[in-house]
Structures are given as structure tokens and as C-alpha cells.
């Protein structure tokens, strides 16, 4: 985005930001107000008009500019600056299609620095993780709100990445170290909740490190470790710890 001196330099969508021609974008100075634009590259011409008018009417200060290419914005946009991001709708397609991946990779490589988010309608962690190794900045999944894709379009341009929170706890779950198995006639002694509080109490984790891996509040860790104090004998974790640790070891001998 070109910025001049006391005012705001951006371009802007003639009719409701759908392009008619080479020069349906202008230049527009507007003293004391900035406009965040965004253009987005979509082959599908309905799917991108409604887009781009829904982006508009939610967000009256975000100027979007839909094209069916990279080729289109870049004839259309001579001269005009950068926008602040730049969003790729795929639609259907799957970044894991080797094909569709290779395309994404031929888009951020034609449009550097510009941050580019992908939009499509898989929720597929696998398809976000490939959008993501191929160099995109952000996936949005289609049941995501527009608000969203506003705040992600911020969030990059400021060197930031975005995925759904959704997604981001479904990888931690699926990169969670699994618990060793309990010694026999442990899980007679502690409910399976406090079985999963001792696998990270006999490691030595903090209890804020164990409410975020268990998804627990930290005052419902302390209540757990009290408890598997309590029927351990132990008068502190250190001392719980260790008669954990030496029942495993019993175990595994």
C-alpha cells in the first residue's frame, strides 16, 4: 500500500468492488481516513462478486478488489501500490492435492511480500499444514465468519500467521507425547482423570504446564495432585513424584 504524506493512498473497486475493465480501480486520497485494502483472487465470478460485496458491507473501511488471477490483479493494479494481504479461494480444492499445491506455490511466488491467506472449504488439518509448508500465512476454512477473515488479513500483514483455534488444539492433542501405561492396580487407587495428572506429576511439570496439556484449570490441577498426595502418603509433590517414578520403575523391571 503507497502511503503519501498526511493522507491515506489506497485503491479502491469501482460497483461494488467487482472489475469491469482496465480501468475500473482508482487511485483515491481520502485526508485523515485509512482504508485497509485487500484483493482477492478467486476464478469463480459469483462466488467472488458476493465475496467481495459481503466483505464490504461487513467492513466499510476494507476496500476489496476481486480478480479471477494473479495475471488480472497485476495488469489491472499497475502502479498502485500493494495491498495488505492477499486472499486465495480455492473453493472446493484441496491444498494436499498435489496439483492445487502447486498452484498455491506459483501464487505466493508471483506475489512476494505480499502475505497470502487460502480460503477453502476443507477443515482438514492435513490440507492447512500443506497450505502452510507451501508459504502461505494463513488458512480460513469456510465456516469461519467474515470478521475473521478481516482480523487475519491484519494479523499477517503484521508478520503474524493464522489458523483456526480449533485446528491449533487439534494439533497439540495430536502431537501430545502418549502416557506410559500405569503400573497394575493403579488405576484401581486414581480415577483416569488423576492418572493423567500423575504421568505429568512424576515428570516434574509445572502445574500450569499440566492445565494447558489436560485442558484443565489450574486450580482443578492443584485439587488432583492434593488427592494423589493424599493417597500416596506423600507430603509433597517432590515426595509423590518419586513414589510414582519408583512404581513405574517397579513396573518396567
Not at 480444492?93 to 502475505?115: H, I, K, Q, T
Not at 500443506?130 to 500483514?157: H, K, N, Q
Request: charged share 25%.
Amino acid at each position: 500500500m503507497n502511503m503519501m504524506k498526511g493522507d491515506a493512498y489506497i485503491a479502491e473497486a469501482i460497483g461494488h468492488g467487482h472489475l469491469q475493465g482496465p480501468n475500473s480501480i482508482r487511485n483515491i486520497k481520502r485526508p485523515g481516513r485509512f482504508v485497509e485494502t485487500l484483493v482477492l483472487i478467486d476464478r469463480r465470478a459469483l462466488e467472488r462478486e458476493c465475496f467481495v460485496r459481503s466483505i464490504e458491507m461487513s467492513h466499510p473501511r476494507v476496500s476489496v478488489a476481486g480478480f479471477g488471477s494473479v495475471e488480472e490483479w497485476r495488469e489491472t493494479a499497475v502502479g498502485m501500490g500493494e495491498p495488505a494481504a492477499i486472499l486465495f479461494n480455492i473453493g472446493a480444492r484441496e491444498v494436499s492435492d498435489p496439483a492445487v499445491g502447486e498452484e498455491l506455490v506459483a501464487v505466493l511466488d508471483s506475489v512476494r511480500p505480499v502475505p497470502v491467506i487460502v480460503i477453502a472449504e476443507s477443515e482438514d488439518l492435513r490440507d492447512m499444514i500443506a497450505a502452510i509448508d507451501c508459504g502461505a500465512r494463513g488458512y480460513i476454512p469456510a465456516s469461519i465468519g467474515f470478521e475473521f477473515i478481516v482480523e487475519a488479513m491484519r494479523l499477517t500483514a503484521a508478520g503474524g500467521m493464522f489458523l483456526p483455534a480449533a485446528s491449533v488444539l487439534s494439533l497439540r492433542d495430536a502431537l501430545r507425547p502418549k502416557a506410559e501405561a500405569a503400573p497394575a492396580g493403579l488405576d484401581k487407587q486414581f480415577t483416569a482423570r488423576q492418572l493423567d495428572v500423575v504421568d505429568a506429576l512424576r515428570r516434574g511439570k509445572a502445574n500450569k504446564i499440566i492445565a494447558f496439556e489436560l485442558d484443565m484449570s489450574e486450580s482443578t490441577v492443584k485439587v488432583h495432585i492434593r488427592n494423589i498426595m493424599k493417597k500416596l502418603k506423600a507430603t509433597n509433590r517432590t515426595e509423590a513424584a518419586f513414589k510414582l517414578n519408583s512404581l513405574f520403575a517397579s513396573t518396567d523391571a
